[in-house]
């Protein structure tokens, strides 16, 4: 058994009082304006963000919200932002500098015991900086240094799959372009990035359903819809322009379920971000009309109840399912019906933890509805069955011909801002041959054909030594991927780590025996180069492809733009390169014209992105075209999951808290939740605390076994009551993937298990 605190210590803070209450104020509104303000003035931001703020989202040469992947309001509406996205605006825009001053001042292994939180307070990064094993300092170093360092390094390798090409899903679509060119020019597929632990599984269920791994749903369906189904998502937290959609649907009368063993702020009430007028008179929408604490994992079972229930009432009603769309659109219907009515009632209720009656309630507002859209997040994703449990989605959808029509339809949403576009423009460790011979014949090269290494894979091949190099193109690895301790062995292992980042963070201090970090400009910053001011692009959650031009003067002089720093490193690696690299960057139109013939569906790139808010990436499904291999939506008939846990265990789920951006934390509070200070934390069920002899705050153990039987502990967590299902419990990432094991992925998404760690908890 290992204690994981490793690595990072908790530094020497002393703990502040923490708290926890009822929340009972709707969600945005005055405690995110107040939230805001705190956040702007401890970045010394407050006149500068403002002004950006209002740059923000704006259809005409503004940035894009580098927050999360929601679309931008078809309105045209000026002010198009919410709390969060301020929130990450004005962190990226901080006047702190870490210069090289600061790292002079400090070894890395003293850095190391510092907290996440006080390594990125330190501020924007101003030079490139190499570890000096000497002094076990980081000392500047001229750009083409450290080029030359990363193209020796990757020369010397025995064959290019010992390097491993990270991305985080907000880079820009032109730099992923450039990126995996230069990856597959160098011969490799290994392209992990973070979707391996965030969508993947909802990419691979949409490829198999309906032959294209995305929704096919946009704003315009979200704004006309009936019923709206939210599933596994906090979205006052993680999509806060969901807000206004929701609160938008109810006005009109449209019926919104939500499906989370919690009740989050966003299944509650809410006042819209932008309606000033709301905020001054205190006056808050609905955006629910059911609520169901489904057990985590369980959704399968509920989707599953519905569309049974929907079948009954088809023996009937003729009208409960769209016949014609069934007949000449699907594949499959008959075998998935069978499945349906061989399901027992008592096993759907045990399995979803709900009641029959809760899923026909359900069941009867989607038979009610002639348009219905679903949607997902992480809740549905970080499990086993993951696909299985999107395919059911879109299977119940089906049903009542809910696909390629308006306000209905398939919507994951999305996380980073262009993680959607990394994807469409090349981040894919398994291409197509397809996607391949086209990017051939696009760029005369001959690209790395066999598939490369995901996530966690990557952490296997870092620790067993067959990969040797790791560059992460912005991200935060060595927090954000599972079984922390097992991701920090293999970073260590590595003969050199890079990392292209905006701030100081934890995968700079877990390094390799040579390291680099190389600062980038932000989005909100100017990119100058010799053509002039370059706008960058990004696709969203919704396939709309539009431009980001930043404007503010950049954090510092010496910052390269990410597409600069790809050109640098790819001229090194490959000399000889035929590519005109150095070309590319003078003038990012070029790169978009290379996109426009290498990419399906940018033809036409440079003119049609600079249309208003954008195009949106064709998306056949929406058109009723499938290529899958029987040329019709797929239905899919899997098994039920058995995702009841044993006796004393619990089913431990990790979240983000309202005041943190992935590995990014901005404060102890999670305030939709009540909490205060506290983030060593795990939310339990009142009943589970008392058979366990757990009060209220007490400290306690957390020990997760894997399903290799091996097992990893936290210590000194808290115990807090919470309204959550009876043998579930939640807690906060990034701390908590010290108890995801690197090896409990699912077998279906390769996605680590991040929302189904089974643990024992005891008093400590
Ligand atoms: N402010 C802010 N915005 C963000 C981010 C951020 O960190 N901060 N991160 C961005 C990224 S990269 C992503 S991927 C998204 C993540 O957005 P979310 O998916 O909202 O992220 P989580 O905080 O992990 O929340 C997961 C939700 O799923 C619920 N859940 C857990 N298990 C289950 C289950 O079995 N079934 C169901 N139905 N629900 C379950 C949890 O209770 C929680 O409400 O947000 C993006 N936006
Ligand atoms: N246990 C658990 N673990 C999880 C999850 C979970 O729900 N539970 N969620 C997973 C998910 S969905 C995701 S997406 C991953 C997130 O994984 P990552 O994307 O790897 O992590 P982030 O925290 O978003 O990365 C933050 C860092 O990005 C850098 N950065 C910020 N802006 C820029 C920029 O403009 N350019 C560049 N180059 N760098 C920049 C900064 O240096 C900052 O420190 O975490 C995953 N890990
Ligand atoms: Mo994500």
């Given at each position: 058994?290992?204690?994981?605190?490793?690595?990072?210590?908790?530094?020497?803070?002393?703990?502040?009082?923490?708290?926890?209450?009822?929340?009972?104020?709707?969600?945005?509104?005055?405690?995110?304006?107040?939230?805001?303000?705190?956040?702007?003035?401890?970045?010394?931001?407050?006149?500068?963000?403002?002004?950006?703020?209002?740059?923000?989202?704006?259809?005409?040469?503004?940035?894009?919200?580098?927050?999360?992947?929601?679309?931008?309001?078809?309105?045209?509406?000026?002010?198009?932002?919410?709390?969060?996205?301020?929130?990450?605006?004005?962190?990226?825009?901080?006047?702190?500098?870490?210069?090289?001053?600061?790292?002079?001042?400090?070894?890395?292994?003293?850095?190391?015991?510092?907290?996440?939180?006080?390594?990125?307070?330190?501020?924007?990064?101003?030079?490139?900086?190499?570890?000096?094993?000497?002094?076990?300092?980081?000392?500047?170093?001229?750009?083409?240094?450290?080029?030359?360092?990363?193209?020796?390094?990757?020369?010397?390798?025995?064959?290019?799959?010992?390097?491993?090409?990270?991305?985080?899903?907000?880079?820009?679509?032109?730099?992923?372009?450039?990126?995996?060119?230069?990856?597959?020019?160098?011969?490799?597929?290994?392209?992990?990035?973070?979707?391996?632990?965030?969508?993947?599984?909802?990419?691979?269920?949409?490829?198999?359903?309906?032959?294209?791994?995305?929704?096919?749903?946009?704003?315009?369906?979200?704004?006309?819809?009936?019923?709206?189904?939210?599933?596994?998502?906090?979205?006052?937290?993680?999509?806060?322009?969901?807000?206004?959609?929701?609160?938008?649907?109810?006005?009109?009368?449209?019926?919104?379920?939500?499906?989370?063993?919690?009740?989050?702020?966003?299944?509650?009430?809410?006042?819209?971000?932008?309606?000033?007028?709301?905020?001054?008179?205190?006056?808050?929408?609905?955006?629910?009309?059911?609520?169901?604490?489904?057990?985590?994992?369980?959704?399968?079972?509920?989707?599953?109840?519905?569309?049974?229930?929907?079948?009954?009432?088809?023996?009937?009603?003729?009208?409960?399912?769209?016949?014609?769309?069934?007949?000449?659109?699907?594949?499959?219907?008959?075998?998935?019906?069978?499945?349906?009515?061989?399901?027992?009632?008592?096993?759907?209720?045990?399995?979803?933890g709900l009641s029959e009656a809760d899923i026909r309630r359900a069941a009867e507002i989607y038979s009610r509805s002639k348009r219905t859209l679903i949607s997902w997040c992480l809740g549905l994703t970080q499990h086993e069955h993951g696909v299985d449990t999107v395919r059911e989605i879109v299977n119940l959808l089906l049903l009542r011909g809910n696909l390629g029509r308006e306000g209905a339809g398939p919507s994951p949403v999305r996380g980073h801002s262009n993680v959607q576009g990394n994807r469409t423009c090349g981040i894919d460790h398994r291409p197509t041959t397809e996607f391949l011979d086209r990017l051939a014949a696009a760029c005369g090269i001959d690209p790395a054909r066999e598939h490369g290494l995901d996530t966690v894979r990557t952490i296997a091949a870092m620790i067993d030594g067959s990969v040797k190099v790791f560059v992460g193109m912005g991200g935060n690895f060595a927090l954000a991927a599972p079984d922390t301790a097992a991701t920090a062995d293999g970073l260590r292992h590595c003969e050199l780590t890079v990392h292209v980042s905006t701030k100081l963070n934890r995968s700079h201090l877990v390094r390799g025996r040579k390291a680099l970090i190389l600062p980038c400009l932000g989005r909100t910053e100017l990119d100058l180069q010799s053509a002039g001011p370059q706008s960058t692009s990004v696709e969203d959650s919704m396939s709309m492809v539009h431009l980001s031009r930043g404007r503010k003067r950049p954090a510092s002089p010496y910052l390269?733009?990410?597409?600069?720093?790809?050109?640098?490193?790819?001229?090194?690696?490959?000399?000889?390169?035929?590519?005109?690299?150095e070309w590319y960057v003078e003038d990012y139109d070029r790169v978009r014209d290379v996109m426009a013939k290498a990419l399906d569906g940018f033809e036409d790139f440079n003119r049609r992105v600079r249309g208003p808010l954008g195009f949106r990436l064709r998306q056949p499904a929406r058109e009723l075209v499938f290529r899958t291999p029987s040329g019709r939506a797929e239905f899919s008939t899997a098994d039920l999951p058995d995702v009841v846990p044993a006796d004393g265990v619990l089913v431990l789920q990790t979240m983000r808290s309202h005041d943190q951006w992935n590995t990014t934390i901005y404060s102890d509070d999670d305030r939709y939740r009540g909490v205060k200070n506290l983030r060593t934390l795990i939310l339990m069920n009142r009943d589970d605390m008392r058979s366990r002899g757990i009060g209220q705050g007490a400290l306690v153990d957390i020990t997760a076994t894997a399903r290799d039987g091996s097992t990893r502990v936290l210590r000194n967590y808290r115990a807090l009551r919470y309204d959550v299902p009876r043998g579930s419990a939640a807690g906060y990432m990034p701390e908590m993937n010290a108890l995801v094991a690197a090896s409990d992925y699912s077998t279906q998404s390769d996605q680590p298990l991040m929302k189904n760690i089974k643990v024992r908890v005891v008093p400590a």
């Open positions: 058994m290992r204690d994981t605190v490793e690595p990072g210590g908790d530094g020497p803070e002393v703990e502040e009082a923490w708290s926890q209450e009822d929340y009972h104020h709707p969600a945005a509104g005055w405690g995110a304006a107040v939230s805001v303000a705190r956040v702007l003035t401890r970045e010394h931001a407050v006149v500068s963000g403002t002004r950006a703020m209002l740059k923000m989202n704006h259809e005409d040469g503004g940035f894009d919200c580098p927050g999360c992947a929601w679309p931008d309001a078809t309105d045209g509406l000026k002010l198009d932002l919410c709390e969060n996205g301020i929130k990450h605006v004005a962190w990226e825009m901080t006047s702190k500098r870490a210069g090289r001053e600061f790292f002079a001042q400090h070894t890395v292994s003293e850095l190391a015991t510092w907290t996440d939180f006080v390594l990125e307070d330190q501020g924007r990064l101003t030079e490139p900086m190499v570890y000096d094993a000497a002094t076990d300092r980081y000392r500047p170093i001229e750009w083409q240094a450290a080029f030359d360092l990363i193209g020796q390094v990757l020369r010397s390798l025995d064959t290019p799959g010992q390097a491993a090409f990270y991305t985080s899903g907000r880079l820009s679509t032109e730099a992923t372009f450039l990126y995996q060119l230069m990856a597959r020019e160098y011969g490799t597929n290994n392209l992990p990035d973070c979707s391996n632990m965030c969508h993947e599984a909802s990419g691979r269920a949409l490829q198999a359903a309906l032959g294209t791994g995305k929704g096919t749903a946009d704003l315009k369906d979200w704004e006309t819809a009936e019923a709206l189904f939210i599933l596994g998502v906090n979205a006052a937290s993680n999509a806060p322009r969901m807000l206004t959609a929701l609160s938008d649907a109810y006005r009109r009368g449209a019926q919104i379920v939500h499906i989370n063993p919690l009740v989050e702020a966003a299944a509650r009430r809410t006042i819209v971000p932008h309606e000033v007028v709301d905020m001054a008179l205190f006056k808050s929408t609905p955006t629910s009309t059911l609520n169901l604490q489904v057990r985590p994992g369980g959704d399968l079972a509920l989707l599953r109840g519905i569309a049974k229930a929907v079948l009954e009432e088809a023996r009937t009603d003729p009208k409960a399912l769209d016949e014609v769309f069934l007949e000449r659109h699907t594949d499959g219907l008959a075998a998935y019906q069978k499945l349906c009515e061989a399901t027992d009632w008592r096993e759907l209720e045990r399995q979803s390269l733009s990410e597409p600069a720093i790809i050109a640098g490193m790819a001229r090194a690696t490959l000399p000889g390169s035929a590519t005109p690299w």
